[in-house]
């Protein structure tokens, strides 16, 4: 279904993010703080300042999760995008969120589905976020893609952790089991300023390291959105876990799984969902499998506040965390162990191939 509301999407190009030490500092200096620089000549994009104080600080968001299916659909995701761009525009949404991969596989901006996603963000005045395996230089990447309101993107995020192995562990990442691992990492945690609030994204496998919610957290994100790419279900433990000890807004989403939704504080409202809550379980969320999505209202006013008295915050030791920081090497520990591939042993430790 296409939005009767479409208008010229604008320009698609990326501009490069420049921040101000003072605005770096503001956010705690951890990470990365994105936003685009205003193209010279043309008035800038909602979120594109560069200087924390002229961001737009709203009292609260609405946010639209998509759960869409990528390996057990046979029409393309693309095709399937404009009927929930739609969906969000309807119920008010600020942004839209869909999976890991499913723009494109070795895609750039220039593509024909990234030229349509950005008609999408444009056609229904929503910022949006999607996940592609990019290309990088002469290598790829898993990346993120920020759009703006008005169809431009505005910045990304490359997948820091690459999800490579075979089971049971999903380690090590051997022949055949290797490709995110022999791609472009991300090398900070990024924090992007939409029109709303700043946000920041997690990929798949992200997701299941602490310190990842933490830096990103730390950093200034108010929202975290975790995009994954696979089968299963988005976990609650994990969302629930950061959005309590990081005082955040975690908004978790799948492909071939289920379990789309949100964690949080005591903030979030859901938009478009009457069951009740259920203990320690996201909420609202897609219980089910397939196409879907998921609305919720956050009180970004209320989430602030509790940010500001976050116990998990004041009373932190830095001075004992040394360890999370070095080198780790707990697999020694069991001499007596064999590998359960005869690589382990030369990929120890490693995550960049």
Known sequence: MQSNS?????????????????AFMAVGGAGAVAAAL?????????????????FTMKN?????????QAAKSTTPAIERMPDFFEQAAGLGSDLIVFPEYVLGDLITTEHENARRFFELAAAHRINAIVGCVEVHGDKYATSAWVVNREGVLVGRYLKSHPAAGPGPHWWPPIEGHDREARGVL??????????????????CYDGYFPEAWGCTSYAGAEIILWINGREGMVED????????????????????????????????????????PEESRLYPRIKQPGDACVTAAIDLAALRHRRKHLRTMHQR???MYGLLTQDVKMWQDYHE????????????NRAQL
Do not use: M
Not at 44 to 51: H, L, M, R, S, V
Not at 186 to 203: C, E, R, T, W, Y
Not at 337 to 348: G, K, S
């Open 237 to 276: 433990a994990y969302c629930i876990t950061a959005a309590q000890c990081y005082g955040c807004v975690v908004g978790g989403n799948i492909t071939d799984g289920f379990n789309t939704g949100f964690a949080s504080p005591g903030v979030v409202t859901p938009v478009d969902y009457a069951a009740p």
């Open 60 to 68: 609260s968001a609405t946010i639209t999760l998509v759960q869409l």
């Open 317 to 319: 030791r830095p001075d």
């Open 186 to 203: 991300g090398s900070q945690f990024k924090v992007f300023h939409l029109d709303f609030g700043p946000i920041a994204i997690l990929q």
């Open 6 to 22: 479409a208008r010229n999407p604008g320009s698609t190009r990326e501009v490069a993010p420049r921040l101000s030490r003072r």
């Open 38 to 54: 205003p193209v010279e000549g043309l008035a800038p994009a909602p979120g594109t300042e560069t200087d924390k104080e002229t």
């Open 337 to 348: 162990i064999p590998w359960d591939y005869p690589e382990c042993a030369d990929l120890v």
